[in-house]
């Protein structure tokens, strides 16, 4: 394993010739929001970066500017140490961003992404496919973890819990105080929560996704913003996590590195008779 390229730290000839290399970009995308009384409010944003950093280490790609704001879902705004920015805003920064990678070279970019805005992050990949001329593939540390989170950990996924807390344990305990960390069932739902899944992984099967429901009760009321019983966090159910979700990226990359030269990817603009929009 070698060490990490990080776009930050190079000079352009550098991230030239990382292009010619490969033709392989990580993006990271995390969020500013709060964690509950014992993870910092950075936690979606250092998950993106230090999975993206993992990656990097086995293939050698580059790593391209973390972006630390993201979207969020109605019910968590209004929460102190969350900074929301609009679903539409988000949009067109992927879109400005995912530019500036490919006019650097990169006509490849995995999306490393942390925090739950898959919704508008798959609409940004929709129509930036239609705009840009590369390939692009996004998806959440959790779907591509998913199983081995089944394995290891009790609850399902939700936010701050056993599961995030556990990945946030192996990557940086230094900022985790498990001793503040407490249960909180003290979220009421508006109507019967058998209608409602939570996002990932549940067992409750033939509901609404929480996101496509307005049920949801307001974070702010929470006690600790952190649902569910976090004290089940453990540093080795984390790592069991990370290998897994870094396992499926490593494989992608080497499979687009073996599959295309560096200056060809898996064209997805169709081909259009007339201007479409
Ligand atoms: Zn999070």
Known sequence: MGKPLIWHDITWPEVKKASEETGIAILPIGSTEQHGFHCPCGVDTFNAYELSKLVSEKTG????????????????????????????????????????????????????????????????LQEIALDVDCFMAVATWWELACETIKEVCETPFKHADEVETSVSLALYPELVDMSKAEPDYSLK????????????????????????????????????????????????????????????VVRLIEYLKKTYKPDEFPRVKPELKADMY
Not at 85 to 99: F, N
Not at 210 to 231: H, L
Request: charged share 20%.
């Open 189 to 248: 739902p508006y109507i019967d929560k058998s209608f409602v899944r939570p996002a990932v992984h549940s067992e409750l099967i033939n509901s609404f996704p929480i996101e496509s429901i307005t049920f949801v009760p307001q974070e702010n009321v929470m006690k600790t913003g952190a649902p569910g019983d976090p004290r089940k966090a453990k540093a080795e159910k984390g790592e069991a996590i990370i290998n897994s979700a870094v396992d499926v």
């Open 61 to 124: 790609v580059i790593v391209a500017p973390t972006m630390t704001y993201g979207s969020h879902p109605y019910f968590h705004y209004g929460f102190v140490g969350t900074i929301p920015i609009r679903a539409t805003v988000q949009i067109e920064l992927v879109r400005d961003v995912v530019k500036g990678i490919v006019n650097s070279g990169f006509k490849k970019i995995v999306i490393m992404q942390a925090h739950g805005q898959w919704w508008t992050l798959q609409t940004a």
